[in-house]
């Protein structure tokens, strides 16, 4: 049974561009959230995604938009870059209807220079 | 908004030492409580949750938590560290209500185990 995937690993990019990250859920789970965890910080709420809809979103400007697919896949997407972006984005799958355990990919690195 | 405070930033602690991570939480409403671990370079794994029932709940790996309502903390505990235990441990709170869903984050502390 596969876990959270996410893609890529790493990336950098420049000041100014925009990125897409992607995640997949675990086998069976249908809701997908985002945290940004910059160095030595704890993971920061994103937003979260459910039946292709944006149901909650934290503290984060418009700059963040992210997508679920119907295969409950998602994508984030970061534009202008900022120095500021330069963190660890973490994708965490759970069910809607029992969202209170989430099961956390392994990140993609992300660095801007 | 919930906040989540890990009292300790960092823990050192020799191998087969007790240790304890303390972790409170801002809010008196019902809540979930978690905490996770990260070893270097990987994302979160689930170590304990408590959700409701017995306030003292056992994890993985040998942890244990007790849950304190009066004085809303959710402490981690470990009898004997090994050297292996040395990863960053985050506490997390989910609120029962309207943001149930989305975790709450503390800032980790960083247990370092020596032998």
């Known amino acids: 049974d596969a876990g959270v995937t996410q893609s890529p690993t790493h990336l950098i990019k420049t000041r100014g561009q925009q990125v897409t990250l992607r995640c997949s859920p675990k086998?069976?789970?249908?809701?997908v959230s985002w945290y940004q965890q910059a160095l030595g910080q704890g993971p920061q709420f994103i937003f979260q995604y459910y039946e292709e809809e944006e149901r909650q979103r934290g503290n984060f400007p418009d700059r963040f938009s992210g997508h679920q697919f119907p295969n409950y896949s998602s994508e984030l997407n970061v534009n202008a870059l900022l120095l500021g972006d330069s963190a660890l984005y973490l994708c965490?799958?759970?069910?809607?209807?029992?969202?209170?355990?989430?099961?956390f990919g392994p990140g993609t690195r992300l660095t801007v220079t | 908004a919930q906040s989540v405070t890990q009292l300790d930033s960092q823990v050192p602690v020799f191998e087969e030492a007790p240790v304890e991570l303390r972790c409170n939480y801002s809010?008196?409403?019902?809540?979930?409580l978690f905490w996770y671990v990260q070893y270097p370079n990987q994302g979160l794994q689930l170590l304990l949750k408590?959700?409701?029932?017995?306030?003292l709940v056992k994890g993985i790996n040998g942890f244990e938590a007790e849950f304190n309502k009066s004085q809303t903390s959710f402490h981690l505990r470990k009898p004997s560290v090994h050297i292996s235990d040395t990863a960053e441990y985050f506490c997390?709170?989910?609120?029962?209500?309207?943001?149930?869903?989305?975790?709450?984050f503390g800032r980790g502390t960083q247990l370092t185990v020596w032998p």
């Open positions: 809010s008196s409403v019902s809540v979930y």
């Open positions: 086998s069976g789970h249908d809701t």
């Open positions: 408590y959700l409701s029932g017995s306030t």
């Open positions: 997390a709170v989910n609120d029962r209500g309207s943001t149930l869903g989305r975790l709450y």
């Open positions: 965490a799958s759970s069910l809607y209807r029992g969202s209170y355990e989430q099961y």
